[in-house]
C-alpha cells in the first residue's frame, strides 16, 4: 500500500509584501492613468495618441501580472518516502522546488529557537507560510544544492506518514523530544 500524504500551504503575506503590492498597484494605476491623459492630450498629432495608449495597456497589464504573481502557494505531495515540493504562483504557474528522500534527513524537528544556526555552505529553501509557530525543518544532503536546510509547514498527517521513513535515529530523537514537550 502506497504511504501518501498532500499538503497545501498559503504563503502569508508579510507587512513589507503587502506595501510593495500597495505601491506598485499604485503606481501602475497612475502610469496608465498619465498615459492615457497624455494621449488624450495628443489626440490629432498622428500616431502619437496611440502609442500612449498602447503603453497605457502594457502598462496595466504589467501592473496586473506583477501583482497577481505576488500570491504564492506551495503543494507538499509525499509518497512512498520522497517528498516533493512545487511552488505554485498566482494558481497558474507550477515550478518545481525540491525532491528529497526523507530517508536522507540528518535533522528533523520543529523550526524555533534551539535549532542550530545554518552553515554558511548551507542552502536554506524556504516553503513556508510566514507562520512561525507552524514551521518545521529538515536538513539533509541534495544532489543540486549541497547540504540543505529545508523550512516548511506540513500538517499532522504529512508528519505522521514522514515519520514512518525517517532513519531510526532521527525518528527515536523525535520521539523523545516530543515526550519531553507532553511532559512539560
Not at 499538503?7 to 492615457?36: C, F, N, P, Q, Y
Not at 522546488?97 to 535533522?107: A, I, N, P, Q, T
Not at 529545508?150 to 515526550?179: Q, T, Y
Amino acid at each position: 500500500m502506497d504511504n501518501f500524504a498532500e499538503h497545501l500551504v498559503k504563503k502569508e503575506l508579510t507587512g513589507s509584501d503587502k506595501a510593495k503590492r500597495v505601491i506598485i498597484l499604485v503606481g501602475g494605476i497612475v502610469i496608465a492613468v498619465m498615459l492615457v491623459g497624455f494621449s488624450v492630450l495628443m489626440l490629432g498629432q498622428g500616431l502619437l495618441p496611440f502609442v500612449g495608449l498602447a503603453l497605457a495597456a502594457v502598462t496595466g497589464y504589467g501592473t496586473y501580472f506583477i501583482v497577481s504573481n505576488m500570491y504564492v502557494e506551495y503543494e507538499y505531495t509525499f509518497t512512498n518516502g520522497d517528498l516533493d515540493i512545487d511552488k505554485i504562483i498566482a494558481k497558474k504557474k507550477r515550478r518545481e522546488m525540491l525532491s528529497v528522500s526523507v530517508g536522507k534527513f540528518r535533522e528533523f524537528g520543529r523550526y524555533d529557537d534551539s535549532v542550530p544556526e545554518e552553515t554558511d555552505d548551507m542552502t536554506v529553501v524556504f516553503a513556508t507560510s510566514n507562520i512561525a509557530s507552524e514551521e518545521w525543518y529538515a536538513d539533509f544532503d541534495h544532489e543540486a544544492y549541497g547540504s540543505t536546510r529545508l523550512i516548511f509547514c506540513p500538517n499532522e498527517n504529512m508528519i505522521e506518514n514522514m515519520k514512518k521513513n525517517l532513519p531510526r535515529a532521527l525518528r527515536a530523537k523525535l520521539e523523545e523530544n516530543e515526550d519531553k514537550e507532553l511532559s512539560e
